[in-house]
């Protein structure tokens, strides 16, 4: 292995990990008794991502290139509802479990793209996604068998980021990164004011640190993902970002106070964390 493939898997790992320690600052500010709002949150996101990215473009002299505006936008909708959604989840739920379930997005794509593409049709990678969804369902509904209809959001955030994911893939077959993130926070920025216009509202001082690193962590995070995939191929980088799901199951206890999860729960993490290493490395080979 070069010293550029083991850089990319580092830069494609150290994106799992700021995505998964940005929900945790969340959960910190509830802890120390802050009320902020998901929405806030996801407003900060964007409009933080967005002023990045107009930097970033400024100082390289880049300009934005639109080929096809029906595919940014698609990506855009998809994260913003998948960004929200998440957000959500750890605010009503876990920290652990709403990475978990977030990471449900591969399932996802493997179902939608036997409905929508039919040349991409797999029966094996069917089965291996229903077997999935049984992991799915001791996370949702572990020994006491009481579901909570919370947990529905960090689900739903799963199911948006596999359209934003099939979005963004055909984006970048004609789209630049910056172009993408341009569309992507900017239009994510414009949604969440109007959607939640009257949650809006300036920061209190002790707020304002969660909302910059939750941001700053979530971009550094998406900025690492964009470079690691550079140097490291599909199935590399598919198995390295599925590690959230390990990492959100032995670090919550420890740093977002999380409970333990059960004997069903990490049986269910393993469950989803094997399908995506299957399905990344079918696709591969495929």
């Keep these: 292995m ?105 399932l996802f794509i493997a179902i939608f793209s036997w409905i929508f593409f039919k040349r991409q049709r797999d029966p094996v990678a069917i089965l291996i996604v229903l077997t999935a969804f049984a992991g799915v369902w001791l996370i949702l509904a572990p020994s006491r068998m009481a579901f909570d209809y919370n947990s529905l959001w960090a689900l739903g955030s799963g199911i948006s980021a596999a359209v934003a994911i099939m979005y963004l893939n055909l984006s970048r077959q004609v789209h630049d990164t910056n172009t993408t993130l341009f569309f992507m926070f900017g239009v994510g920025t414009v949604i969440i004011f109007c959607l939640f216009y009257d949650q809006m509202r300036i920061p209190l001082v002790e707020e304002l640190s969660y909302l910059f690193w939750c941001s700053a962590i979530a971009i550094a995070g998406q900025y690492l993902l964009t470079i690691g995939f550079k140097y490291v191929t599909a199935i590399e980088g598919g198995i390295i970002s599925s590690t959230r799901i390990l990492l959100a199951a032995m670090l919550g206890p420890f740093i977002a106070m999380d409970s333990s999860l059960s004997l069903s729960g990490w049986i269910g993490a393993f469950l989803i964390f094997a399908a995506n290493v299957y399905l990344a490395t079918r696709k591969a080979k495929g």
């Design 2 to 106: 070069d010293i550029k493939t083991i850089m990319g898997c580092l830069a494609v790992f150290g994106s799992a990990f700021c995505f998964y320690i940005a929900t945790v600052i969340i959960k910190w500010s509830s802890m120390a008794g802050l009320e902020i709002e998901s929405s806030l949150f996801t407003f900060a996101r964007f409009s933080v991502g967005f002023a990045t990215v107009i930097l970033v473009m400024g100082i390289g002299g880049q300009k934005i290139k639109i080929v096809k505006k029906r595919l940014l936008i698609g990506r855009a909708l998809g994260n913003c509802l998948a960004v929200y959604c998440f957000f959500k989840g750890v605010e009503l739920t876990s920290v652990a479990q709403a990475n978990i379930l977030n990471m449900t997005y591969p």
